[in-house]
């Protein structure tokens, strides 16, 4: 008897106990953060931009190129557009990868507020990483640029870019991940549709490539004379993020784990 009551013990709190979802975000703040592995590749990403920073500071330095914060922080592009979706990836798939959904899962009443939480503590884990960027790129234009005039100049602008892109790879990396439920499957997915796709799609269909590209949402942000039409970038949003979503969020919902 004293087994039975014990194991009916976990079910009874779960029915009983409501988790909310800003404890829910830090947990799955937490379990993103909180491991070896994890803040090794937060460490390499760290290490990864300083670098590429501070090399472009060194190149624009010696070609005799103004150094400025909104170059600085605009030249690792490529840098975010791969290195924010791989912490979406690693935010969503954490839990099916190692199999700890049959822990918490009997503990939630739905699933789809700890499916949002994933989203949110991966955002905030990006914008971490893309803040550290911020700070790296003015303190390198105040030495390279020696604390001049124009050292900041469109520094207001490129924070608001910056952010935009950061938090729109890294929902593309969520997007895929959560439809595809497999770490190294979304990593390999993102980088072979980033990569290779958008390519393929601008040489084979360069008429249709605004609505199937995956960029055109941050082409938008990014403005210019080449801008995508609203129409575009809905077509690609709906595309690789809220389908992706939607999908990730049903098999969430549905699956058994």
């Known amino acids: 008897m004293s087994h039975s009551l014990q194991q009916?013990?976990?079910?009874?709190a779960g029915s009983?106990?409501?988790?909310n979802f800003v404890r829910l975000t830090a947990v799955e703040v937490r379990k993103l953060a909180d491991t070896r592995s994890s803040l090794a590749i937060f460490a390499v990403l760290a290490a990864i931009a300083a670098a590429l920073i501070v090399g472009f500071a060194i190149f624009s330095g010696a070609?005799?190129?103004?150094?400025?914060?909104?170059?600085?922080a605009g030249s690792i592009g490529l840098?975010?557009?791969?290195?924010?979706?791989l912490i979406g990836?690693?935010?969503?798939?954490?839990?099916?990868?190692?199999?700890?959904?049959?822990?918490?899962?009997p503990?939630?009443?739905?699933?789809?507020?700890?499916?949002?939480?994933?989203?949110?503590?991966?955002?905030?884990?990006?914008?971490?990483?893309?803040v550290f960027v911020f700070l790296l790129a003015a303190v390198t234009a105040m030495i390279a640029g020696s604390g001049g005039q124009g050292t900041f100049d469109g520094a207001g602008g490129a924070l608001v870019s910056d952010l935009a892109a950061c938090l729109l790879s890294m929902l593309f990396g969520v997007a895929l991940a959560a439809a595809i439920r497999r770490t190294a499957l979304a990593?390999?997915?993102?980088?072979?549709i980033s990569l290779v796709g958008n390519g393929l799609i601008l040489t084979l269909l360069p008429d249709a490539s605004g609505y199937l590209s995956t960029i055109t949402?941050?082409?938008?942000?990014?403005?210019?004379?080449e801008a995508p039409s609203a129409l575009e970038v809905l077509s690609s949003l709906t595309l690789w993020y809220l389908i992706p979503l939607g999908i990730g969020w049903w098999i969430t919902e549905k699956s058994e784990a």
């Open 187 to 192: 990593i390999i997915a993102v980088i072979l």
């Open 89 to 105: 990836i690693l935010g969503m798939t954490s839990d099916t990868t190692h199999r700890t959904t049959y822990v918490y899962y």
């Open 63 to 72: 070609q005799g190129t103004p150094v400025s914060f909104a170059g600085l």
């Open 79 to 85: 840098f975010t557009a791969l290195a924010m979706p």
């Open 16 to 19: 009983g106990t409501q988790i």
């Open 107 to 130: 503990l939630l009443r739905g699933r789809t507020a700890q499916f949002w939480a994933k989203v949110l503590a991966a955002a905030v884990l990006a914008l971490t990483l893309q």
């Open 217 to 225: 949402a941050m082409s938008a942000v990014m403005g210019g004379p």
């Open 8 to 12: 009916s013990a976990p079910a009874a």
